[in-house]
T-cell receptor, first 112, second 115 residues
Framework: NAGVTQTPKFRVLKTGQSMTLLCAQD?????MYWYRQDPGMGLRLIHY???????AKGEVPDGYNVSRLKKQNFLLGLESAAPSQTSVYFC???????????FGPGTRLTVL | TQLLEQSPQFLSIQEGENLTVYCNSS?????LQWYRQEPGEGPVLLVT?????EVKKLKRLTFQFGDARKDSSLHITAAQPGDTGLYLC???????????????FGQGTTLQVKP
């Protein structure tokens, strides 16, 4: 998946627990994105970053926070998980001037 | 808010049949991309169309961008079992959001090609 790794691959949380999903890239790309994928809804953008130290809200940001302290890493945090956050989460990256987004393999999260 | 309506959501056909997937919007996009996703993996780009009326071919797959850059279609000729997967269209929102690279995705089309 073009140098994008995501950890963990699977996780089960109880309602109210917190966790951080890590996305790491080795392509030196400026732009990074966090999506969630739910059946019948395609991919929806949660938060994104256009460079180190920058973050911005996407289409469905509520309940999530992000940080991009280093260019290579984009972290997605859930402070108090809810069953509605059960989903598959994908990280993606894009080079400046490129059209294509490169996606990681995904993290399957279940919140009980 | 820009929306992309993709249809059909599900398609189950026999090997050798032809099919078309549609992606429609009331908004204009600077470009439109088609991705394919296998189970347990992230989407992978198939093609990007940029110019209104543009047609691109990738072996048995033909992609078209509408003249007004509001819609697109993916046509597969003589489908094979290896074409099975989830197909996603995605519109580049640069005309609204500037140089952020943000995409808006359609709901996806799950294609099953039976041998």
């Amino acid at each position: 998946n073009a140098g994008v790794t995501q950890t963990p691959k699977f996780r089960v949380l109880k309602t109210g627990q917190s966790m951080t999903l890590l996305c790491a890239q080795d392509m030196n790309h400026e732009y990074m994105y966090w999506y969630r994928q739910d059946p019948g809804m395609g991919l929806r953008l949660i938060h994104y970053s256009v460079g180190e130290g920058t973050t911005a809200k996407g289409e469905v940001p509520d309940g999530y926070n992000v940080s991009r302290l280093k260019k290579q890493n984009f972290l997605l945090g859930l402070e108090s998980a809810a069953p509605s956050q059960t989903s598959v989460y994908f990280c993606a990256m894009k080079g400046q001037g490129d059209n294509e987004q490169f996606f990681g393999p995904g993290t399957r999260l279940t919140v009980l | 808010t820009q929306l992309l309506e993709q249809s059909p959501q599900f398609l189950s056909i026999q090997e050798g049949e032809n099919l078309t997937v549609y992606c429609n919007s009331s908004s204009v996009f600077s470009s439109l991309q088609w991705y394919r996703q296998e189970p347990g993996e992230g989407p992978v780009l198939l093609v990007t169309v940029v110019t209104g009326g543009e047609v691109k071919k990738l072996k048995r797959l033909t992609f078209q961008f509408g003249d007004a850059r509001k819609d697109s279609s993916l046509h597969i000729t003589a489908a094979q079992p290896g074409d099975t997967g989830l197909y996603l269209c995605a519109g580049d929102q640069a005309l609204i959001t500037g140089n952020t690279g943000k995409l808006i995705f359609g709901q996806g089309t799950t294609l099953q090609v039976k041998p």
